[in-house]
């Protein structure tokens, strides 16, 4: 599938995804992307969070593509059974594990339990090996579980500006072979 051909929805995660990110970025590069945009990016809310990307997806008029980030993964797989038909792929980078209260900090807690079911649509999610917020051991679990493709990105952090993630090019080249695997 052609960029072109789908509706893009970023998802960002909690505190939003800043002008450097490599969301924003992917934002003003593709045509038929827009990010979902939440009341609050700094005090999550699981229902508010879900119910705006259900509200987006449901808008959409082509092909549903989903680019979540962090937190915003955890959005995408809460929101998934309420709207799996209309989305073709998720693209799913730098997951929480919102169930480890260690690891995530408190305002993210409120989107666990992270659901564990298979996402039942084509899902690759990208994980880092020194990733302060989820393991790569339990990154590797919930691809398992979700029947998602695991991609390592290796030793990059959290996959964002801090880590030194604001183009991203890896994940562009990524991404376009994500899409290219879309029917």
């Known amino acids: 599938m052609k960029i072109a051909e789908a509706d893009i929805l970023i998802v960002p995660g909690w505190g939003g995804s800043g002008p450097q990110h490599w969301q924003s970025r992917w934002i003003e590069r593709f045509s038929t992307a827009r990010r979902v945009e939440q009341d609050d990016w700094d005090t999550p809310n699981l229902a508010d969070w879900t119910g705006k990307l259900v ?7 082509r092909p549903v593509v989903l680019v979540a980030h962090s937190l915003g993964v955890a959005a995408v797989v809460h929101a998934l059974p309420q709207v799996r038909p209309l989305v073709r792929g998720a693209f799913l980078v730098a997951a929480p594990d919102v169930d480890d209260s260690a690891r995530v900090p408190a305002p993210c807690r409120a989107f666990a339990p992270l659901p ?6 084509h899902a690759w999610q990208i994980a880092s090996r020194d990733d ?8 590797d679990q919930l691809s398992r579980l979700w029947e998602t493709t695991l991609l390592d990105a290796g030793a990059a952090g ?18 376009a072979h994500f899409m290219a695997a879309l029917k």
């Open 55 to 61: 509200d987006e997806v449901r808008s959409c008029t």
């Open 116 to 121: 564990t079911a298979p996402l039942g649509i």
């Open 132 to 139: 302060p917020y989820c393991s790569f051991e339990r990154a």
């Open 158 to 175: 959290h996959i964002n500006t801090a880590s030194g993630h604001g183009p991203w090019p890896e994940g562009m080249m990524s991404f």
